[in-house]
């Protein structure tokens, strides 16, 4: 056989398989096909943002009906959603041959996921695609697409260990009160960068499962998962994402984990456990927690430990039992990435609290909150706005506090942690049909206005955009670009780090030193980058 008979064999053989490969990921509809009830039909409720500062959403009845009512309510939004995390796609994968191999890649991995999900979780999906855009068919049906946007998490932490840069969530749990009276507050970041949309259109979802228990999540449109959720007996669940070298082919989405605890956890105990049984294939650490007792819980493909917390406490993105003390993921993940600086300034936060019991929700929810917006590095010294190691990096796609002891949970309207925060009274809004009952507000960021914000993330847009052009030797392209990203947004390490590669680029060897340097003055977040920095300035001659 010639060369080019050769070429054809191996691409027919390629079409082949990439065929097989579509054909065997798209999912069969849930068998028997379910059905929908006409009552919980009608009781869905839709509120938007405009009306109550946040999206809110009611759905009540069977896993498929509520699908049904999720999809049709938030159709628009679901739209928008989809083009933005392909948007992302497409930018992070320019090449249209890469990204086709990703995507056909991670088809083949995955398939027969379906397997680890319950049924209705999958019923609930199936209903919520029925309103999916039909503009994304191109990649997989409706249905399949939903399932895989719920393993986005799961994704995304590989991606997390592979290129070593994270997305880090923060968590302060504080007790309130002593003895039969104490309880606990906790506050939590979500920081996740699919796209503006995911913070800007964010939704409150109260559920009135047919089955099991009551329960409010904070998530997007189309989402059956949960990441941040409280159910009506008071229990509440989140996961920050960790890493260790444990490996699982597949399993169950963890966000559709943290689901199954709300919806089944009539105590946090009894949340544990239903996490425990869960078969996952990445890394995670849980809190789990309701009015008298708190967990963090460290689950990975093959280890679990659970600590009761007693004393306030930080949690970031990695690992603290003893199973994973020589896991060289977690700890790759401690010298890498940002999560032992939040970890350190958290409790450093946490120590200026004082080893006395603070009595009164109205002394701890203020200072949770403060915590939660504080931009400082572990040492204490203030960051450039953005900066990834600071607890608030500008990142957060929602943010939450938890009162358990007067069933209250705060969520902000954002952008990100610097809006005003909407208290809402659980036990009111689990017995009404919409909208929730708010009691009260938390006043806004002092620090960070929607102006100053909207500047911040135009200013990394424009850095990102000059450090492409640089990549392409475009070097009178960048500069007006660097001229509007100064004006920006000049404090940010990242745009001394571009500048010094203009110079470069410029052939100017001493001012692309001098900025260099100036970027690395500047506190970069990742250990990755100041590596760079420091290689470019001893192979740069003066």
Request: hydrophobic letters at 40%; charged letters at 25%; a neutral charge.
């Amino acid at each position: 056989m010639n060369v080019l008979g050769k070429l054809f064999f191996f691409l027919c053989l390629t079409f082949t398989w990439v065929l097989v490969v579509f054909h065997r990921v798209v999912l069969p509809p849930p068998q028997p096909l379910p059905t929908l009830e006409r009552g919980a039909l009608d009781e869905g409720r839709w509120y938007p943002k405009r009306l109550y500062g946040i999206n809110q959403l009611f759905v009540s009845g069977s896993a498929y009906t509520r699908g049904v009512v999720e999809g049709q309510l938030t159709q628009s939004l679901m739209h928008d959603e989809e083009t933005q995390l392909i948007g992302k796609l497409n930018h992070f994968f320019p090449n249209p041959v890469l990204r086709w191999g990703l995507i056909t890649g991670l088809m083949r991995w995955f398939w027969g996921i379906n397997a680890y999900v319950d049924p209705p979780a999958l019923e609930e999906m199936y209903g919520v695609s029925h309103s999916a855009s039909a503009q994304f068919n191109y990649l997989l049906d409706p249905y399949t697409r939903q399932l895989a946007y719920h393993g986005l998490h799961e994704v995304g932490q590989m991606f997390v260990d592979a290129n070593q840069s994270d997305k880090g969530c923060t968590l302060f749990a504080v007790p309130v009160g002593a003895g039969a009276d104490r309880s606990w507050v906790i506050g939590r970041n979500f920081d996740f960068e699919g796209g503006r949309i995911f913070d800007e259109e964010k939704i409150v979802k109260w559920v009135r499962p047919d089955k099991g228990l009551r329960f409010v999540s904070v998530i997007w449109a189309g989402m059956v998962g949960a990441v941040t959720g409280v159910n009506e007996q008071g229990v509440y669940v989140s996961i920050n994402a960790a890493g260790s070298s444990d490996f699982r082919r597949f399993g169950t989405p963890t966000t559709l984990v943290v689901m199954k605890a709300l919806q089944f956890g009539s105590d946090a105990e009894a949340a544990v456990k239903i996490i425990e049984k869960e078969t996952t294939f990445i890394t995670d650490i849980f809190v789990v927690a309701d009015r008298k007792k708190v967990f963090r819980v460290e689950k990975s493909p093959r280890r679990f430990a659970t600590e009761e917390l007693t004393a306030p406490t930080v949690v970031t993105n990695h690992l603290l039992s003893p199973l994973w003390h020589d896991d060289p993921v977690n700890e790759t993940r401690r010298r890498e990435l940002t999560t032992e600086s939040r970890w350190a300034r958290g409790n450093g936060l946490l120590g200026a609290l004082g080893a006395k019991p603070l009595r009164t929700t109205a002394e701890v929810i203020p200072q949770v909150l403060q915590f939660l917006r504080d931009k400082r590095d572990s040492s204490g010294n203030p960051l450039s706005l953005g900066n990834r190691m600071a607890i608030d990096a500008l990142i957060a796609s929602h943010s939450v506090i938890y009162d358990a002891n007067r069933e209250l949970l705060y969520v902000g309207e954002g952008p990100s942690v610097s809006g005003r925060f909407i208290g809402f009274d659980l036990k009111a809004s689990f017995e009404g049909h919409g909208p929730a009952h708010v009691t009260n507000r938390l006043a806004a960021d002092p620090e960070v206005s929607e102006q100053t914000y909207a500047r911040i993330k135009n200013a990394d847009l424009t850095i990102d955009a000059a450090q492409d052009r640089l990549r392409k030797r475009q070097c009178s392209e960048a500069e007006p670009l660097l001229r509007t990203a100064q004006e920006q947004h000049r404090e940010n390490y990242r745009y001394f780090s571009v500048l010094g590669d203009y110079y470069a680029c410029r052939h100017q060897p001493a001012e692309a030193k001098q900025a260099w340097k100036e970027a690395l003055l500047r506190s970069p977040a990742y250990r990755s980058e100041r590596k760079v920095l420091e290689k470019k300035m001893k192979e740069t001659s003066p």
